[in-house]
Nanobody
Framework: QLQASGGGLVQSGGSLRLSCAAS????????LGWFRQAPGKEREFVAAISRVDGSTSYAESVKGRFTISRDNAKSAMYLRMNSLKPEDTAVYYCAARSFSTVRRGHSEYSYWGQGTLVTVSS
């Protein structure tokens, strides 16, 4: 089970940190990811991290602004978002994948949190 938190309202240029807490059996999870879905748009990949070696992958639209990290001891994952833009406004979801390779399609992830809303005002 995954639970995302940390969303809110922030001005353009501001920062937020999202958290994702995992519970239950986490030993079968290898890749943790963040996705987002804006109103009227499809869910899109934001970033992913390997629980094993910490390797990361980012969407081009957030590279250099967002940082994904994990704390295996706490079964947690984070997304630090800096220099936020109005186009970053979306519901952000954390997700987990039981295979060791990073994939960017949302259908590749079996476990999902409930989402947390991020609103960036201009």
């Amino acid at each position: 089970q995954l639970q995302a938190s940390g969303g809110g309202l922030v001005q353009s240029g501001g920062s937020l940190r999202l958290s994702c807490a995992a519970s239950g059996r986490t030993d079968s999870v290898y890749i943790l990811g963040w996705f987002r879905q804006a109103p009227g748009k499809e869910r899109e990949f934001v970033a992913a991290i390997s629980r094993v070696d910490g390797s990361t992958s980012y969407a081009e639209s957030v590279k250099g602004r967002f940082t994904i990290s994990r704390d295996n001891a706490k079964s947690a994952m984070y997304l630090r978002m800096n220099s936020l833009k109005p186009e970053d406004t979306a519901v952000y979801y954390c997700a987990a994948r039981s295979f060791s390779t990073v994939r960017r399609g949302h259908s590749e992830y079996s476990y999902w949190g409930q989402g947390t809303l991020v609103t960036v005002s201009s």
